[in-house]
């Protein structure tokens, strides 16, 4: 059996439901965001701990019995263990007509380790252009797992997504600037539609200013592959990335 970093194990285990789900429900029914789109779809070398999906057409209920009948099938369970992966416990704390989340603990084969994750679904509409395609090969090749489609934001929307996330959370988070740099460097359209996003830039500036690199690296740095954990190991490093996405706000900004 392979063996992954802890942070693969979560990834897998993402790849695996967004695989299931797909098999239960109209796939142009969701589409996957934050950063397991930028990680599955744009390269990204962030990890991420949890799964966020916008979903309509879909009921409450019927979200609902689907995301419980993957956890509780044998079949989805054998494919974990395949794996390595056992679901140790799982709850449903949030249910409302907007918002639906699950916490799931994992625990890996012939080890102590334990890995928290949450999937989280939003019905709230879907906001920007959404692309229908295959998970990026190289991704699902180290799995070694057969191709897996599913609907997702693309980059200018995902940009978007992340400019707004910055503003309007109330601890700004040092991995969206990250995420923001990632897609400035893979060349993504800087401009922003929204005007309401236009008139809050100078507010999303201040918020990218005030994270330090002591934060950045208690809460990203680990979220990293450890062979880009060395070179991002520096604040001269996240300076040039403060200063990236603050110079990308100011030429957005009206």
Known sequence: MTRYAPMQYVELFHLLFLDQLGRKLDKRSYALKGGC????????????????????????????????????????????????????????????????????????????????????????????KTVFEPVDPEIVKIYRLSPIMANHYDSHTAYEQKVEALITRSTPQSRDI?????????????????????????????????????????????????????????PSVWDDIVLKVVEALNEAAP
């Open 178 to 234: 990250f995420d923001l740099n990632l897609l400035l460097n893979a060349g993504v359209d800087r401009n922003i539609s929204s005007t309401r996003l236009k008139n809050r830039l100078k507010e999303a500036e201040s918020k990218v200013m005030s994270i330090t690199f002591d934060v950045f690296k208690s809460q990203v740095l680990s979220y990293l592959h450890p062979d880009y954990q060395r070179q991002y190991d520096s």
């Open 37 to 128: 789109n930028l990680r599955f779809y744009m390269k990204s070398i962030r990890y991420s701990e949890d799964m966020d999906i916008d979903i309509q057409s879909i009921t409450k209920d019927k979200l609902r019995d689907t995301v419980v009948s993957i956890l509780k099938s044998k079949p989805f369970t054998q494919i974990l263990q395949i794996h390595g992966i056992v679901i140790a416990r799982w709850s449903e704390p949030k249910q409302t007509e907007t918002t639906q989340r699950w916490k799931v603990g994992l625990s890996i084969s012939d080890t102590s380790i334990s890995l928290p994750t949450k999937i989280e679904f939003s019905r709230r509409g879907f906001k920007g």
